[in-house]
């Protein structure tokens, strides 16, 4: 089993800045990931970060804005994000898997935490 916890979520003006924070605990990681999840619309994918050696997967949309990391003696993952727009409004959510299978699919996810971006 694998326990996230995620943090910093909030109201933030159109251009401000925003730090997502995910602690796992459990199980070892093979890799984590961001999803989000707007009123009305399916969960769509935001980041990935392989945790062994940081490479960083990112959706077209992320267009430079966001930056995913990770802190391993800490066990957690971060999401920068800067240049906020009012359509990254959602409740965004931590995903980790203990494989590094390619794709989408995590095992384990966050309760998920509220960004709301005004303009």
């Known amino acids: 089993q694998v326990q996230l916890v995620e943090s910093g979520g909030g109201l933030v003006q159109a251009g401000g800045s925003l730090r997502l924070d995910c602690a796992a605990s459990?199980?070892?990681?093979?890799?984590m990931g961001w999803f989000r999840q707007a009123p009305g619309n399916g969960r769509e994918f935001v980041a990935r970060?392989?945790?062994?050696?940081?490479?960083?997967y990112y959706a077209n949309f992320v267009e430079g804005r966001f930056t995913v990391s990770r802190d391993k003696a800490k066990n957690t993952m971060y999401l920068q994000m800067n240049r906020l727009k009012p359509e990254d409004t959602a409740l965004y959510y931590c995903?980790?898997?203990?494989?590094?299978?390619?794709?989408?699919?995590?095992?384990?996810w966050g309760q998920g935490t509220q960004v709301t971006v005004s303009s």
């Open positions: 995903a980790a898997d203990p494989t590094l299978r390619p794709g989408l699919e995590f095992e384990y």
């Open positions: 459990g199980r070892s990681i093979g890799r």
């Open positions: 970060i392989i945790w062994h050696n940081g490479i960083k």
